[in-house]
């Protein structure tokens, strides 16, 4: 059982440290070469197109294994759609940073200018095949954070704050 956990903390661990700060320009990694930023920016112009077009469905059927094992496919539509509505469409992205964060990943860091205002938008990215699939993005903007996949889904389900409380003794009789 833990050992089925683990790919699930590693990649979650990754998605906070990759994208989750707002802190890439203090990142130590050499910037990417020509083809490989080429991938990446090519791929966040596509992921842009589909979330205007709002082809949820066809975004999680591009990223990357780790990206669906981590997400549903029900609980992506969900987020998608609740990011579309809480954001508008997408206009226009502005590269501030691209990183290789490992043999084939890629961090795109930047600007997103949605229909209800500017966020801060990171997204990593695998490189399979000369292809660029999402590993994760994270979002800060006017809805406030937004991360996918979840950073610990095991923890988003709600629990009751504070608990029930717990039933009382029975009475002594005597």
């Given at each position: 059982?833990?050992?089925?956990?683990?790919?699930r903390?590693?990649?979650?661990?990754?998605?906070?440290?990759?994208?989750?700060?707002?802190?890439?320009?203090?990142?130590?990694?050499?910037?990417?070469?020509?083809?490989?930023?080429?991938?990446?920016?090519?791929?966040?112009?596509?992921?842009?197109?589909?979330?205007?077009?709002?082809?949820?469905?066809?975004?999680?059927?591009?990223?990357?294994?780790?990206?669906?094992?981590?997400?549903?496919?029900?609980?992506?539509?969900?987020?998608?759609?609740?990011?579309?509505?809480?954001?508008?469409?997408?206009?226009?992205?502005s590269?501030?940073?691209?990183?290789?964060?490992?043999?084939?990943?890629?961090?795109?860091?930047?600007?997103?200018?949605?229909?209800k205002?500017?966020?801060?938008?990171?997204?990593?990215?695998?490189?399979?095949?000369?292809?660029?699939?999402?590993?994760?993005?994270?979002?800060?903007?006017?809805?406030?954070?937004?991360?996918?996949?979840?950073?610990?889904?095991?923890?988003?389900?709600?629990?009751?704050?504070?608990?029930?409380?717990a039933?009382?003794?029975?009475?002594?009789?005597?």
């Open positions: 059982m833990a050992v089925r956990r683990l790919p903390l590693i990649a979650s661990l990754a998605c906070i440290t990759l994208a989750g700060c707002g802190r890439v320009a203090s990142l130590t990694q050499p910037p990417l070469d020509a083809i490989h930023r080429g991938l990446a920016l090519d791929a966040v112009n596509r992921l842009s197109e589909a979330l205007n077009r709002g082809a949820c469905s066809a975004i999680y059927y591009d990223a990357s294994k780790v990206f669906r094992e981590l997400e549903t496919e029900t609980g992506w539509k969900a987020d998608c759609a609740r990011m579309r509505a809480g954001l508008g469409s997408l206009h226009s992205f590269l501030r940073a691209a990183f290789s964060t490992g043999p084939a990943t890629v961090l795109v860091d930047g600007t997103a200018l949605f229909a205002g500017p966020c801060h938008l990171g997204i990593t990215w695998v490189l399979e095949d000369g292809h660029a699939r999402l590993f994760s993005f994270y979002v800060q903007g006017p809805a406030g954070p937004m991360a996918f996949p979840p950073p610990w889904p095991h923890l988003e389900r709600r629990h009751a704050d504070p608990p029930p409380p039933p009382a003794p029975p009475a002594e009789t005597a």
